[in-house]
């Protein structure tokens, strides 16, 4: 069974463009999670979706990011226009069930995004 | 809200030597606790877990011991190998208000030299 998997694996834009990060969850996967570790500090919540629709969005910092997750399979996280303090190695995770609050969430490698 | 504090590192340590990685939390209810490892390269995988008071988490020769009154939830290993060099992190789940997300320590770094 392939896991989580995130496209790119590093990014490298300068301030002011856009990016968008992929992520496909485990098959049959309806809760994915998108969590970021900025400047090798803690790993903080982003958002939650079940299916496509948004769970829980309370991590995400402000309107430069926008996550979506179109027929409830791969989602995406736009970030536009970059800035420098967006750089940090951003996670997906997904899970079977999320009502369960012992449940695995499985880990992506994670996207390093460096924004100069 | 939900807090999570792990000792900061890195943490040096020659092989066969004794680990321990402090962690303690602050949670509303009754989370579960996680230890999470991520390798160089790779992404975070789960190491172990303890769902209720008193429980322990066990996995490769690691375990922690989920203590309700300390609110603690400590890593160990009696005797650590060179692939054992990674950075591990902390975290509970307290599923409710709080909804299912993670929340992570900030992370502690291990380097065993042969």
């Known amino acids: 069974e392939a896991g989580v998997t995130q496209f790119p694996s590093h990014s490298v834009i300068e301030k002011g463009q856009t990016v968008t990060l992929r992520c496909d969850p485990i098959s049959g996967h309806d809760n994915l999670y998108w969590y970021r570790r900025v400047m090798g500090k803690e790993i903080k919540f982003l958002l939650h979706f079940v299916k496509e629709s948004k769970q829980d969005e309370s991590g995400m910092p402000n309107n430069r990011f926008l996550a979506e997750r179109t027929g409830g399979t791969y989602s995406t996280l736009k970030v536009q226009p970059a800035e420098l303090e967006d750089s940090g190695v951003y996670f997906c995770a997904s899970s079977q069930d999320g009502g369960t609050a012992s449940y695995e969430q499985y880990f992506g490698p994670g996207t390093r995004l460096t924004v100069t | ?114």
């Open chain 2, 1 to 114: 809200g939900n807090s999570v504090t792990q000792m900061e590192g890195p943490v040096t340590l020659s092989e066969e030597a004794f680990l321990t990685i402090n962690c303690t939390y602050t949670a509303t209810g009754y989370p579960s606790l996680f230890w999470y490892v991520q390798y160089p390269g790779e992404g975070l995988q789960l190491l172990l877990k303890a769902t209720k008071a008193d429980d322990k988490g066990s996995n490769k020769g690691f375990e922690a011991t989920y203590r309700k009154e300390t609110t603690s939830f400590h890593l160990e290993k009696g005797s650590v190998q060179v692939s054992d060099s990674a950075v591990y992190f902390c975290d509970l789940r307290s599923f409710g208000a709080a909804g299912n997300k993670l929340t992570f320590g900030g992370g502690t770094r291990v380097l065993v030299k042969p």
